[in-house]
T-cell receptor, first 114, second 107 residues
């Protein structure tokens, strides 16, 4: 049973470009969470999604950031018009259910904005 | 102020020592996670617990719901245990993370 997959593992973008980060949850998991770890800082919640639904996006910046988890395919975290402050590690986690379900983390995508 | 506080921030030990990392939180939770982040950046979930104590190999995690406190213990520490250990509380759908404890175990 493959774990949570994220790609790309490393992504370099120039200021103003778009970044697309992908997360494939573990088989049988229908809940996906995105977290961001800024340099020298702790992890912060961004968004929680179920298939085709955004459940909680209270941790997501209001502008330039969006997330989706379509019926088919991976969850996508999209950052438009990236700025240097977006440089961070973005982790996705999945769980089979909400509530007491344990979350399993992917390896992360390290975004560098030049 | 972070709702989840870890101590110590940094910890250096000699191989074989008994390690304790503490986590305090300020609001009610449904569960608490202990995570390990390796130098390469990957995150591994060590424990999820909502009461009592769990043990896995040389790792032991305890939680006191009334005191809003959890501890992670490592017995017979080894250099390969060197990593950042992160406490995360679960309330509703989200995890709230502590700042992490950087553990270095010297041979």
């Amino acid at each position: 049973n493959a774990g949570v997959m994220q790609n790309p593992r490393h992504l370099v973008r120039r200021r103003g470009q778009e970044a697309r980060l992908r997360c494939s949850p573990m088989k049988g998991h229908s809940h996906v969470y995105w977290y961001r770890q800024l340099p020298e800082e702790g992890l912060k919640f961004m968004v929680y999604l179920q298939k085709e639904n955004i459940i909680d996006e209270s941790g997501m910046p209001k502008e330039r950031f969006s997330a989706e988890f379509p019926k088919e395919g991976p969850s996508i975290l999209r950052i438009q018009q990236v700025v240097r402050g977006d440089s961070a590690a973005y982790f996705c986690a999945s769980s089979p259910r909400q509530g007491a379900g344990e979350q399993y983390f992917g390896p992360g995508t390290r975004l560098t904005v030049t | 102020k972070n709702e989840v506080e870890q101590s110590p921030q940094n910890l250096t030990a000699q191989e074989g020592e008994f390690i304790t990392i503490n986590c305090s939180y300020s609001v009610g939770i449904s569960a608490l996670h202990w995570l390990q982040q390796h130098p390469g950046g990957g995150i591994v979930s060590l424990f999820m617990l909502s009461s009592g104590k769990k043990k896995h190999g040389r790792l032991i995690a305890t939680i006191n719901i009334q005191e809003k406190h959890s501890s992670l213990h490592i017995t017979a520490s080894h250099p390969r245990d060197s990593a950042v250990y992160i406490c995360a509380t679960k309330g509703g759908s989200r995890l709230t993370f502590g700042e992490g404890t950087q553990l270095t175990v010297n041979p």
